[in-house]
């Protein structure tokens, strides 16, 4: 990991800067969503390649925000009482979703998927399976969640801090993505991730990042906007 993270540890009443662990914290957010940004364009084209056989429909989406980030390590329901670094949990930074028309296709689908990902989902949230009880608390809306592990090919941390080292040290140049993080703190703990990431600690690892698929029917997707 960047940092080294103590096990046992006291709840921060809130997330400010004056939190014992803050900084450490606020780091690993930058550095994911780095790491994210770095390898979303090849993640995004290989789910719409993998499904296209099964004629699915591939709609990318933003790589998750820094703001969204933040309140989920806040939040009670989410990961507020889980062992730090808490942003680690967040396996959904890259993520997509694929629509179908038919059972079949994306049944079909999510077995390619898993198959090109390494042969397994590293988690499945199975919204079909519910019972009219369950899929009533979020109004029927039923959905495939696959969370994969995705070893990018031939690509170390080195490879895409070379590629991507000199965008990401103007990036820190530029106001905080997010309205609720000062900038000088902001620029401090990009600069921080930055650093780490071009570094010869992880240069020669190979990149690999929990990243997330929403396989859903048509008439699910005129239901959920």
């Known amino acids: 990991g960047i940092v080294d993270f103590p096990v046992d540890f006291p709840l921060p009443p809130d997330h ?69 670094p808490r942003p680690a949990l967040n396996i959904d930074i890259n993520r997509c979703c694929a629509i179908f028309d038919s059972p079949g296709d994306l049944e079909a689908a999510a077995r390619a998927l898993c198959k090109r990902f390494g042969g397994a989902a590293g988690r499945v949230k199975n919204g079909f399976a519910l019972d009219k009880k369950e899929a009533g608390k979020s109004f029927h809306y039923r959905s495939l969640m696959l969370n994969l592990v ?40 990009q600069k921080t991730a930055v650093s780490y990431l071009k570094g010869a600690a992880i240069a020669r690892s190979p990149v690999t990042m929990v990243v997330e698929v929403q396989l859903l029917l048509k008439p699910y997707l005129a239901a959920g906007k």
Do not use: C
Not at 29 to 48: F, G, N, P
């Open 150 to 189: 995705y070893k990018v090919e031939d690509t170390t941390y080195g490879d895409i801090a070379m590629k991507h080292g000199a965008k990401w040290e103007r990036d820190a140049e530029f106001l905080t993505q997010n309205p609720e993080v000062p900038w000088e703190l902001w620029q401090a703990h």
């Open 16 to 84: 400010d800067d004056q939190w014992k662990w803050f900084k450490d914290e606020s780091v690993l957010i930058h550095a994911l969503r780095l790491i994210a940004e770095a390898i979303d364009a090849k993640y995004q084209t290989i789910v719409a390649d993998t499904i296209k056989p099964h004629q699915g429909q591939h709609m990318a989406a933003q790589i998750k925000g820094d703001s969204r980030m933040r309140n989920k390590a806040l939040a009670p329901e989410d990961h507020r009482h889980e062992p730090r």
